[in-house]
Every structure is written in C-alpha cells, then in structure tokens.
Antibody, heavy 122, light 107 residues
C-alpha cells in the first residue's frame, strides 16, 4: 500500500525559505521509472505542478518557479525534500507530494499525500 | 507552456443524469491527458489517463474521450459521491499543466 505524507512549517514569513518533506512508504525511489512530484493549490484555486524527481535523480521544475525551487531525495529514508526560497504571500497554498508510477512514460500522479497548508504572512 | 482550459466552470446536474465535462489544450497533447477528481478537503484522485483509460478502481460510469486538443470526461449516471471538482492535466510537454477545474454540483 502506497502512502505519502507531507510535513513542514504551517506558517512562514515573507522572504523566508520553505522546506517541505515528503515521507512515503509502499514503494522505493530506487525502482526504475518511479518518481515523486510536488503540486500546490492556493485556497479555492487550481492545482499547479512544481517539481518532480525521478529514481535516477533526474529533476524537473516548473519554469516559472525554477529559480526558487530545489528538489532532492533520500532513498534510504524514503523521503523527498522540496525547498522554495524567497516566500511571498502569493505562495500560500496546500502543498501536495504525489507518486509518479513506473512502467509508463506518462507523468501523472496515482497516489497523493493529504497535503499541508502553508501560510505566508508576517 | 500548454494552457488547459476547462468548461464549464460550474456544471449543475441532477443525480442519475449524465454529466459531460470538457477540456481543451492550447496545442496538441496527443492522448497524453489525465483527469482527476477532488472533493473538499481531500487530495486529488486519479480517474483517467491516456485520455480514456480508467485508473485502478475507478467505476465504469466514468469515461474519457478525445485526442489532440479536445477532451471530454463523461459520468454516465451521477451518484451523490461524484459531486466534486474535476481537473484535467496534460503530460505531453514540460511543464505538465492542469486546467482550472470544473465544479460539478447537485442541481
């Protein structure tokens, strides 16, 4: 059974750096084809893809946020970490991590964490 | 970046009736399109991928069609648990992008 859970601060101040951790079970990020992505959703708004890391450490970022994002993995701990610098109130959102399945070239997400709401405010 | 446009923004349908949701891509995404369902306070749930393939455990009343730039999600006979927000997502090109969602509400 695949599960993912996001953790990190619920409140950050403008200009600070956000660090979120996705801890997962039921799969290994060393398995060929597997990936973990981050997607966010401002309150009442649509989903926005942020970043994705593959089993082979290939990384993809949203071009509009690339300069602010870093995604890393710790295979031994079954964790993926996303950092976002220079946070702004418009970055207030629920942040989800999600599993990208192996065995397909498709970049879609079949298991999601519950999400964590991050508020940016002074 | 490929822009995904969903219509309508809100769709009001009675239980037991058919619902048809649309998604349009700003350029061809072939069949590289997925649909997700999101209920209040929950994470999205994968429904359809490859434009028409149901994900594991998804009831047969959900069906997807289309290719290129025009896609449709059809729910054949609405159940109470189907009232939610639906998002399309293209994965043909980087960056992957989502539509703005269609809210399916009870009429």
């Amino acid at each position: 059974q695949i599960t993912l859970k996001e953790s990190g601060p619920t409140l950050v101040k403008p200009t600070q750096t956000l660090t979120l951790t996705c801890t997962f079970s039921g799969f290994s990020l060393s398995t060929s084809g597997v990936g973990v992505g981050w997607i966010r959703q401002p309150p009442g708004k649509a989903l926005e893809w942020l970043a994705l890391i593959y089993w082979d450490d290939d990384k993809r970022y949203s071009p509009s946020l690339k300069s602010r994002l870093t995604i890393t993995k710790d295979t031994s701990k079954n964790q993926v970490v996303l950092t976002m610098t220079n946070m702004d109130p418009v970055d207030t959102a629920t942040y989800y991590c999600a599993h990208r399945p192996a065995g397909t070239p498709a970049v879609l997400f079949d298991y999601w964490g519950q999400g964590t709401l991050v508020t940016v405010s002074s | 970046e490929i822009v995904m446009t969903q219509s309508p923004a809100t769709l009001s349908v009675s239980p037991g009736e058919r619902a048809t949701l649309s998604c349009r891509a700003s350029q061809s995404v072939s069949s590289n399109l997925a649909w997700y369902q999101q209920k209040p306070g929950q994470a999205p749930r994968l429904l359809i991928y490859g434009a028409s393939t149901r994900a594991t455990g998804i009831p047969a009343r959900f069906s997807g069609s289309g290719s290129g730039t025009e896609f449709t999600l059809t729910i054949s006979s609405l159940q109470s648990e189907d009232f939610a927000v639906y998002y399309c997502q293209q994965y043909n090109n980087w960056p992957i992008t989502f539509g703005q969602g269609t809210r399916l509400e009870i009429k």
